[in-house]
Structure formats: structure tokens, C-alpha cells
């Protein structure tokens, strides 16, 4: 019986997400009406795609032990930059893209500059890029928005395959790829260990200027392709895209996904179930007709508990 | 050898006036009677929030819930005062929801050693949604007279405003400089073993410092409000950052152990003339958010090398 | 009343085990019945190397931690320290290497934390600083009390300390090693000071390896080695032969061995180093296939000086070569790729990640070897892991077991392993047997001799004695963050001699 216990506490401290994201499924399907159909499936994964596209970004932050505060804002940035680029300035499609991934890029990389070798702390540099970036978003777009965007464009993420748009598939491949780097990749260990203790790391060899350099790189350009596939799903490209609130949203989904808050901690595959968690609980409040400014009451719950379930799982480590 | 400390201060000090009253100049209408008491009516909000932020970072916390919090507390008043309550219930219960969530911010970094940045972001947050739920996301307005005149009445030719910051800023002052808790708060923040040594409750600290900085930003709140004579669900965003640049700029060490509430004060008017001056000068606060943001991150980063450099000074022989 | 002021009475403490649990049975023991007493009024030196005991026992005495076996008589009157408040409260002042002081705050308001005079509620400032000026005063120092703690010397923090004690009414002070920071015109300040108290009848029991402070400030004097009370000197019985013969007088029942030839081939230099701006420059050079000890006492700047070469610490100035090139201040993974590889002091915190396998920590400072296009690839890890752990001979349950549930020389060996497998061709060590039980100790050892035999570099730094003089083939020997001498294998490395440098300087 006690070997039947632990065994069972072991599989739920590796794969807690996934049973959260189980339970919640069976939950749903009972008592909501209307879940269980395979189009109401189509929809949760719709929805889920871009934000787990932010949210890899977002864990792999928080595995470092840091915070990512402006991914929200580099979303509405990189909207507004690839709709002007796309539309009005008409670049070809290819440039407007890899221009979107340069922006992500930049920003991560100021951001990483600033917390690694300005040793500002994360959640002050990441809060005061927000703004930022959201003011820069803000100019950039003169206060318009872009729509009605080049078909061209709109087809890197509305191209239907297999019953579901491109974006679904791009949101699978940025997860197989950070699968891969993080659970099997020099990349991924040494990323564990400085979470874990980057002073140990760093005497171990573990190069820690790069990795931290590195993630918030990863957060900047993830945001950025998120904002580009966002615009291109509503067909409107503005620099409120995102925001505070998506900020949270993805924090809430990596957290609930079993990424710890003090670092080391954290998976691909428990951020997939989390943002799929997440968005099941989405799916239910809009099919029970509860207002979404409930939703954002209750993701704050989400999160606590979550984060409560974290350290009661710790101390009883 | 206080004295040269004392001095630094008032040069600093002398430094940045001297150099606001110059940009200042630069702006027309700013140097007006009306507009500089506009000026500290506007920063009274940051000034407030700014008190309470003090002790928090002090102690080496940080508090994001203001955002949420200077919408929550006012909307639970308005509607209250909306039904008829009568208004000083009203506003009670205002500033009971935020004592409340002082407390939960309190309780999650004490007890639960849930990082404050996280909780408060989250208590931040809930309490925006909740505005939102409140009144389904519309603003509400139309208050009675007794409220309005609070925000924006004067006695002796003063803005109301102006009273209730130097109330609050005499309070913060009193806490940190004339009682023994001010002390044991700048002593969490300086060295919380030696606290700890001692028998002094971290926790009590903690759950006071919180409660007390909600208590602060639930009065800004009901404040804003009765400025406005409007409940925005969202009107708090725009003073999370400023409220943490008033600290910032005021010279509260971000890692903990310094400040005073002088000098977030201080910050608070800097934030709110540059504030003003920009809005004058036809500056999108969109774009002044951009400024407020480097200046922060500025500071942070010039204070934390200031304190490398005196640690490596005062170190010892090895 | 004739009872001495303190009395520690076979006080004894077990090592702990990594379930928390004491070791009653073991051979080691860090306190072994030790006696210990303090009369009224005097000024008791206690000498030991490092690892003697000197901090256990006066954290035991100090209320930080309980004694195992034994007891405390305050003049004739057992009592028990459940917490360091309580030893405070008994009238006993510890005072700190470290300074257990708040520098944001001023003079007065660290001496009366936690027990603020108010008056009407707010505090008593007025109180605060007359009575702090009387207490500074009492001390012959004229410092404002309202200065900022962060803004005085350490020798002036000393003296905040000292007078935050006898703000308590201490009967016992406690001062460990109080003037390592201090130049020659504070020690004399401080020394007044310690006279003041003692003509007061506070009794002061002085931790410190200075000779030459001995004579002149102190009445008595105990050595402890090894966990064991050895005896009491009074002052007129001092000679430094016999204190010495009385510190480090041990049998070496150990054999180590020695397998190795040292070459000729200097393989890194370390040229006019200074760890900080007010140590003196070190010197120093070492060999293929030697072993090379670095002798010191804790805080003498060896720990330092190893992190200065593998640039995880900033220093002053000064150069590092290794292999003819210029390595100076490179970071640790350029440095493990040249071949240099460090062990560190502290394996919980530094050495190993503890929440992580044995097998992730085995690899992590060479995962290149273990992987293929940046992936690593697991049978080619999991064979690495496995090698090393039966190399080794790191006993658990499996290499996926947690580093951080292995006992103390099971840790070290996966830090060895880790190491090994980037194959050094120099090896820094820090205290490579420290917490380890003696078997594991020689089998360490082994490993060390057989790393130098294939002719890596080693640099060896312990406070164990007999463990440097019988592994290394130099010695230098480092106080207060410089190298003072060097030793070479022969007739001069004893450990009276090298006791002798590192607590008297040069002869």
C-alpha cells in the first residue's frame, strides 16, 4: 500500500500538469455543457497555440530564476511593426518577418544586458522596458491601427491544414524545437543548473553570462512571434496587442504548468499542459456565459494556489 | 563626518530643484501659482503610494498591487455611496478592502515566503479584475458633493489633496524616524539576521509593512476618485511606475535598508512636475512613460554600482 | 563565593550524520569531553589550528548551538543556553569575526535594537545617544553615536560591538580572532579596551593565533586540538615550542602515499597577485606532476587566491600564466577547457548542484564530452556516469540518485569525478577531505597521488597538518591574503615549523 502511495506521489511530482490538465478535462466535460465536441477541442487548441508560444518563452525565464515583465509589450510592438511593415510599407513577406524576429530579438537583448551586466534587478528592467516598449509601440503606430492586411501575410498563420491554421503547427514545431533543447540539449542542463545554483554552475563551467543573456532573447523573440501570428489571426495589427494582462496570463500558465518562481524547475511539456489548463478553464467560463473580467479575477486565484501547491510540495520534499 | 552626509543631501537636493526650476522655465505656464498647487495635487496620489512603497522597499519587498488596488478600494466606496450609504461607511469600507489585501500580500511573503513581486502582481491584478466585475467593466461617477470636495476643495486656499500627502507623509516620517518599529523595519532591510538574533518578529514587520502600504494606496485610490469624480476600472495603471520612480528617484536603495520618506516625497513632486511639464509641453503620456522607464532603470543601475563601490571600500583587509 | 566565573564541563559533540542524526560511536568527534574555565577578570587565550574546536565550543557556550554532552556553571550555577538571546541574557557577549551589525543604521540605534527606550510611545532618541555617548566614552572613543555603522572602520565596528556587549551588563565577553583587520595603533586601542573591561572583573576569553599578542594582553591560556582539551598556560609558563608542541603534538598514525615524481615544468605562475589593495603582492608557481600544499588559517586568503586563478573572484592586480599564455581573469569555462580544473571549499553550496542526479553532476563540466551537435546523448552519459562512479567507488543506490542525499565523502568523490572527467592538467583543490571519515580520507588521498603520478598539477589547500606535510612536495604558507614562505619537502616541513609561520610570521 505505502509503495502504491509513493509510487503514485512520484508520478504526480513529475507530471503534475498533466493531471491537473486530466482532472480539469473531466471536470469540464461533466459539468459544462457543450465542452466534450470535437469542435469545442479545435477551439481550446486554436486558442492555445500563440500564448504557448510566449509561455515556452516565459519558462524558460522563469527557470533562470528571473521574470520577463515586458513580453507583453513586445507583443503589441512587434503587432504594429509587422502590420506597418506588411501593409504600408509593403515589404516582401519574408523580410517583414525576419524584420519582427529582429525587434523580439533586440529587446531581449537589452533586457538581458541590463539584468546580467547592469545587475539591475529582472522585474524592475522588465517593468520599466514594458513601458517602454509599450510608449515606443505607441508612437510607432501614431495611436492607429493596421488592417486588412497583404493575404500573403495573413497565410503564414490562417493557412488551414489538417482541419486547423498554420499557427497551431507553428506553435507545435517552437515546441518541439525548445522540447528538444531544453530536455536534451547541453542548452537545457546547463540552464537547469544555474536555476538551480548559479554560483555552482558558474565554478562547474556552466557559461552563466551567456545563459542568462540567452533566455531573455528566447522570451523576446517567442513574444514577438506571438504578436505576429496574434495580428495576423484578428487581421488588425495595434500596440495594445498583448499587454498586462497576456503578461499574466502567461505567467499563470507556466506557473500552473510547474515552473517554480526560484529557478531549476520546469519543462516543456508541463508549460503545454498548463497553457492547455489554463485555457480549458477559458473555454468553460465563455461557454457558461461568465464575464471575462471574472476570468482574470480567477486566473489571480489560479495562480496562488498554484504557487501554495508549489511550496507545499516543496516542504514536503 | 554626518555632516558630509547631511551635506551630499542638500546639495542633491539643491542640485535637483535647481536644475527643474531650469527646464521648468522652459515650459510656459508652468511657473503659475495655480499650476504648481495643480502640480502637487497631482502628485499627492504618487506621494501617498509613494509613502507606503517606501517602507516596502525598504524592507526589500516591492508592491504591484497598487495598480490594482487605487481602482478596487474607490469602486467598492462609489458603489456603496452610489446605493446611498452614507459616505464615511462607504469609504471605510474602501479602505477596508485594502487593509485586506495588505494583509494577503503580508501573509504570502511572510508565511509562504511566495516571492512579493509575484503576490502582489497577482493581488494587483485580482483586484483590476474585480473592478472590472463590479460594474461590468463601466466606469461610474456622480458622487456626492461631501466626496468630491475632498478631491478637489480647498482649505485656506490649499488643495485638499495637498493636506491629506503631508498628513500621510508626516505619519510615514513619525513610523520610520520616531518609533521602535521604524527602526526594526530599517533593520530587515539592513540585516535581517541580526533581526532575527535579537527575538524580533520578521513576520510582524512584514504583515505591518504590507498592510500599511495597501492602507496608503487605498486612500490614494479613494482620493483619485474624488479627484475625478469618476471610478475607472483601469486608473491605477498609470501609477504603479510612478510610484515606484518616486522611490527611485528619491534615492530609496532598491536593495534594501535606505530611505526615507522625504525622499520619496520629493521623488513623488519630481515625477509629478516632469509629469505636468511634459503634458504641457504636448508630451503623450504614452511617451512620458518612456522617460519614466529609462529613469528608473538608470537610477537602479547607478545606485547599485554607488553601493559595489562603498562595499569594496569599507571592506576589510581581506 | 570562590566558584570560577565559567565552568564548561566535559563538554562533548558528536558529528552529524546526513539524516541529522549524531554519530555517537565515531572515532571523529569535534568536541571531546573538553574542559574549559574562566575566572573573573581575566583574559584566557584559546588556542587551536583550524578544525580544533575553538568556534564549536564558544558557539556551544554562546547559546548557538546545544552541547551533546556536558555542562555550563556560571559561577558554581548550571545553566542551559536554549538560544543565543537567552546566553545573552546569562550575560554572555559573543563578538563575531564577521560583525553582527546593521550598517544602515547609526551607532546608537544597533546598540539598542530590539530594545528601543521610548518614551510616550515613540522612540527615545535623547536616551538612545547620551547613553551610547556614555558608553563609547567608557571606551575612550569620542565617536559620534549617531554616524552610520557602514561608514566606520572595521576596528570602529569592533568597538560598537564591545560597547553594544556591555550595554547588556556582560559578564563573559567573547572575541574571535578581534584583530585580524586591525592595524597596530587599534590593536593598542583595542588591547586598552580589554584591559578596561577586565579591571571591571568581565572575563574574556580571547580567540586568536598571534603569538606575539599573547603575552601582552592575556593571563592564561588553553589549547585545544583535534576536539580535545590538551591544558591551561598561565601567561609566566608561555613559550611558543611548548604552545606549539601542545597544538599540533599528534602522532600521524596516517601513511600517505606517494607515487608521484614531480617534474620540472612549471605549468602555471601566478604573478605580483593582490587580493585586495592593501595585501602585498603573491608569488607563486607550481609543477607538472607536483603537489603542491597551501598552508593557512581560514581567512588567511588561500580560499581567495584559488578563485582569483579561476576567475570566479576580482582582485587588484596582477597576472596568471598558465602554459606560457596569459589566462588572467578568464571565466571557468574557458578555463575548464585548458585543462584547469577547481574543487571548492564549500561542495554543498559551490561543489555540486543538489538537486540534481549524480549521473547530471558527473557530466556537467563536460557535457561536450558526453554529446553530439549541442544534444546530449544519454548512453554515451550514462556510460561516463557509470565509469566514474565505479572508478570512484561512489556508493548509492543508483546514478539517478539525488547528489544532495549522499553523505559527505560520497559528495566529494562525485566532485572528483566531475572533475576528472575534463580531463585537468591542473587540479585545484580546497579542503579536499574535510568533513570525510578517515578510511575515505586515505582512499582520497590515493586518488590525489595517482592524479599527480600521471603528471597533473595539483594544488592542495588544507588546514589538516599532517594531511599537507605528508601529500605535498612545497608548501607555501599564506597570512593575511599574502604568501609569507615557503617550504620545501625535508627536514624544515614539520608542523611545528609551519605552525610556527603561520602563527608567529617569519621567524
Request: some cysteine; overall charge positive; hydrophobic content about 45%.
Amino acid at each position: 500500500m505505502n509503495a502504491l502511495l509513493s509510487s503514485i506521489r512520484y508520478f504526480a511530482k513529475k507530471n503534475g500538469s498533466f493531471l491537473i490538465f486530466l482532472i480539469l478535462a473531466i471536470i469540464a466535460s461533466i459539468a459544462v455543457p457543450n465542452f466534450f465536441a470535437l469542435d469545442n477541442f479545435a477551439i481550446i487548441i486554436k486558442q492555445s497555440a500563440i500564448p504557448l508560444i510566449a509561455c515556452i518563452g516565459m519558462t524558460l525565464v522563469l527557470m533562470t530564476g528571473g521574470i520577463d515583465l515586458s513580453m507583453g509589450y513586445i507583443v503589441g510592438f512587434a503587432s504594429i511593426t509587422s502590420g506597418l511593415l506588411a501593409k504600408i510599407y509593403q515589404w516582401p513577406i519574408p523580410a517583414v518577418v525576419l524584420a519582427t524576429f529582429i525587434v523580439g530579438i533586440a529587446f531581449g537583448s537589452l533586457n538581458g544586458f541590463i539584468i546580467q551586466f547592469m545587475k539591475v534587478p529582472a522585474f524592475i528592467t522588465t517593468l520599466g522596458s514594458g513601458y517602454i516598449i509599450y510608449g515606443l509601440a505607441q508612437i510607432v503606430s501614431q495611436g492607429s491601427i493596421v488592417s486588412r492586411l497583404p493575404e500573403g501575410f495573413l497565410a503564414i498563420g490562417r493557412t488551414e491544414m489538417l482541419g486547423l491554421p498554420s499557427s497551431v503547427f507553428i506553435a507545435a514545431v517552437v515546441l518541439l524545437i525548445f522540447y528538444i533543447i531544453i530536455n536534451k540539449g547541453i542548452f537545457g542542463r546547463s540552464l537547469r543548473a544555474f536555476g538551480y545554483n548559479a554560483k555552482a554552475a558558474e565554478v562547474s563551467g556552466v557559461p552563466i553570462s551567456k545563459i542568462n543573456v540567452s533566455v531573455y532573447i528566447a522570451s523576446g523573440l517567442l513574444a514577438a512571434l506571438a504578436g505576429m501570428l496574434f495580428t495576423i489571426r484578428v487581421n488588425a495589427a495595434q500596440p495594445n496587442m498583448g499587454g498586462g494582462n497576456f503578461n499574466f496570463e502567461v505567467i499563470t500558465a507556466a506557473i500552473v504548468g510547474g515552473t517554480s518562481l526560484f529557478g531549476g524547475v520546469g519543462s516543456i511539456t508541463g508549460t503545454l499542459f498548463g497553457v492547455l489548463s489554463i485555457k480549458i478553464i477559458e473555454n468553460c467560463i465563455n461557454l457558461m456565459g461568465i464575464s471575462y473580467h471574472l476570468y482574470m479575477a480567477v486566473q489571480g486565484v489560479i495562480i496562488l494556489i498554484a504557487i501554495i501547491f508549489e511550496n507545499v510540495k516543496n516542504k514536503a520534499l | 563626518m554626518k555632516s558630509r552626509v547631511y551635506l551630499k543631501k542638500i546639495l542633491g537636493l539643491i542640485f535637483l530643484v535647481a536644475a527643474f526650476l531650469i527646464v521648468a522655465s522652459f515650459v510656459p505656464n508652468f511657473l503659475t501659482i495655480s499650476n504648481l498647487l495643480n502640480v502637487v495635487r497631482q502628485s499627492s496620489i504618487i506621494g501617498i503610494c509613494a509613502v507606503g512603497m517606501t517602507l516596502v522597499i525598504i524592507i526589500k519587498g516591492i508592491d504591484l498591487s497598487i495598480s490594482g488596488l487605487l481602482a478596487f478600494s474607490p469602486m467598492v466606496s462609489g458603489i456603496l455611496m452610489l446605493h446611498g450609504h452614507n459616505i464615511f461607511f462607504s469609504l471605510a469600507a474602501g479602505i477596508l478592502v485594502g487593509l485586506s489585501m495588505g494583509f494577503f500580500n503580508g501573509l504570502m511573503v511572510s508565511t509562504l515566503s511566495v516571492p512579493a513581486f509575484i503576490t502582489t502582481l497577482v493581488v494587483g491584478q485580482v483586484s483590476e479584475g474585480l473592478s472590472l466585475i463590479m460594474n461590468g467593466g463601466r466606469s461610474i461617477g456622480g458622487f456626492p458633493d461631501s466626496y468630491v470636495f475632498l478631491g478637489n476643495g480647498t482649505l485656506f486656499g490649499i488643495p485638499i489633496s495637498d493636506y491629506l500627502m503631508l498628513i500621510f507623509f508626516l505619519i510615514g516620517f513619525i513610523i520610520l524616524k520616531f518609533t521602535s518599529l521604524g527602526n526594526h523595519i530599517l533593520a530587515l532591510g539592513g540585516n535581517e539576521t541580526v533581526l532575527r538574533q535579537e527575538g524580533i518578529s520578521v513576520t510582524k514587520i512584514q504583515f505591518f509593512v504590507y498592510v500599511f502600504a495597501s492602507f496608503c494606496t487605498s486612500v490614494a485610490g479613494l482620493l483619485l476618485s474624488a479627484q475625478l469624480d469618476t471610478v475607472h476600472p483601469i486608473q491605477g495603471e498609470a501609477y504603479q511606475l510612478d510610484s515606484i520612480a518616486a522611490c527611485v528617484i528619491g534615492g530609496v536603495d532598491m536593495a534594501g535598508g535606505y530611505g526615507s520618506v522625504s525622499m520619496a516625497m520629493v521623488g513623488a513632486l519630481i515625477i509629478g512636475s516632469l509629469r505636468n511639464s511634459l503634458n504641457l509641453l504636448g508630451v503623450h503620456p504614452f511617451m512620458q512613460n518612456i522617460f519614466v522607464g529609462i529613469i528608473i532603470i538608470s537610477i537602479v543601475f547607478i545606485t547599485g554600482r554607488i553601493r559595489q563601490r562603498n562595499r569594496k571600500a569599507t571592506r576589510g583587509v581581506l | 563565593m570562590n566558584a570560577p566565573l565559567l565552568q564548561m564541563k566535559n563538554i562533548t559533540k558528536f558529528i552529524y550524520g546526513t539524516d541529522g542524526k549524531p554519530i555517537k560511536n565515531s572515532d571523529v568527534k569535534i568536541l571531546r569531553s573538553v574542559n574549559f574555565e574562566l575566572l573573573a577578570g581575566e583574559v584566557h587565550v584559546l588556542v587551536g589550528e583550524n578544525g580544533a574546536g575553538k568556534s564549536t565550543l564558544m558557539k556551544i557556550l554562546g547559546g548557538l548551538i546545544p552541547p551533546d554532552e556536558g555542562q555550563i556553571f556560571l559561577k558554581g550555577r548550571a545553566v542551559e543556553f536554549h538560544n543565543a538571546r537567552t546566553a545573552r541574557t546569562n550575560g554572555i557577549a559573543f563578538i563575531h569575526q564577521e560583525l553582527n551589525l546593521c550598517s544602515n543604521l547609526d551607532i546608537a540605534h544597533n546598540i539598542f535594537l530590539g530594545r528601543e527606550p521610548t518614551k510616550h510611545g515613540f522612540r527615545d532618541k535623547e536616551t538612545m545617544y547620551i547613553k551610547s555617548k556614555e558608553l563609547l566614552q567608557s571606551l575612550s572613543t569620542d565617536i559620534n553615536p549617531s554616524t552610520l555603522v557602514g561608514r566606520l572602520s572595521t576596528a570602529q565596528q569592533q568597538i560598537v560591538e564591545i560597547a553594544k556587549a556591555l550595554s547588556y551588563d556582560s559578564k563573559i565577553v567573547i572575541m574571535d580572532e578581534p584583530t585580524a583587520s586591525l592595524t597596530a595603533r587599534e590593536i593598542a586601542i583595542l588591547f586598552d579596551l580589554i584591559r578596561k573591561m577586565s579591571s571591571k572583573g568581565i572575563g574574556i576569553i580571547y580567540i586568536s593565533h598571534r603569538f606575539e599578542e599573547f603575552r601582552e594582553i592575556g593571563d592564561r591560556l588553553s589549547v585545544l586540538r583535534d576536539g580535545q582539551y590538551i591544558g591551561t598556560l598561565s601567561m609566566d609558563e608561555f613559550k611558543p615550542d611548548k604552545v606549539i608542541q601542545m597544538m599540533v603534538g599528534r602522532t600521524i598514525n596516517e601513511f600517505f602515499p606517494s607515487s608521484h615524481i614531480p617534474t620540472d615544468e612549471v605549468i602555471l605562475r601566478v604573478i605580483g597577485l593582490k587580493l585586495t589593495s592593501k595585501t602585498k603582492p603573491i608569488n607563486i608557481m607550481v609543477r607538472k606532476g607536483e603537489i603542491l600544499g597551501i598552508g593557512g588559517l581560514v581567512g588567511s586568503g588561500r580560499t581567495e587566491l584559488a578563485k582569483s586563478i579561476f576567475g570566479i573572484r576580482d582582485f587588484e592586480d596582477g597576472n596568471v600564466e598558465y602554459q606560457g599564455k596569459n589566462i588572467t581573469r578568464k571565466k571557468p569555462y574557458q578555463l575548464i577547457d585548458e585543462g584547469i580544473a577547481y574543487l571548492t571549499e564549500d561542495r554543498k553550496q559551490e561543489g555540486l548542484i543538489s538537486e540534481m542526479t549524480i549521473r547530471e553532476n558527473l557530466t556537467l563540466s563536460s557535457l561536450k564530452k558526453v554529446s553530439r551537435v549541442g544534444l546530449i546523448s544519454p548512453s554515451r552519459e550514462h556510460e561516463t556516469a557509470n565509469r566514474l562512479t565505479k572508478e570512484l567507488s561512489i556508493v548509492a543506490r543508483s546514478i539517478e540518485q539525488l547528489v544532495g542525499t549522499l553523505s559527505g565523502g560520497n559528495q566529494q568523490r562525485c566532485v572528483f569525478g566531475k572533475w576528472l572527467n575534463t580531463d585537468p592538467k591542473l587540479l585545484i583543490l580546497d579542503e579536499p577531505t574535510r568533513g570525510i571519515d578517515i578510511n575515505a580520507k586515505a582512499e582520497i588521498h590515493k586518488i590525489i597521488d595517482d592524479i599527480a603520478a600521471s603528471g597533473v598539477a595539483v594544488i592542495m589547500i588544507s588546514s589538516e597538518l599532517p594531511e599537507l606535510i605528508g601529500m605535498s612536495d612545497r608548501i607555501y604558507i599564506m597570512r593575511t591574503g599574502s604568501v609569507i614562505a615557503e617550504v620545501q619537502k625535508g627536514p624544515e616541513m614539520t608542523q611545528e615549523r609551519i605552525i610556527e609561520y603561520i602563527c608567529a610570521g617569519c621567524p
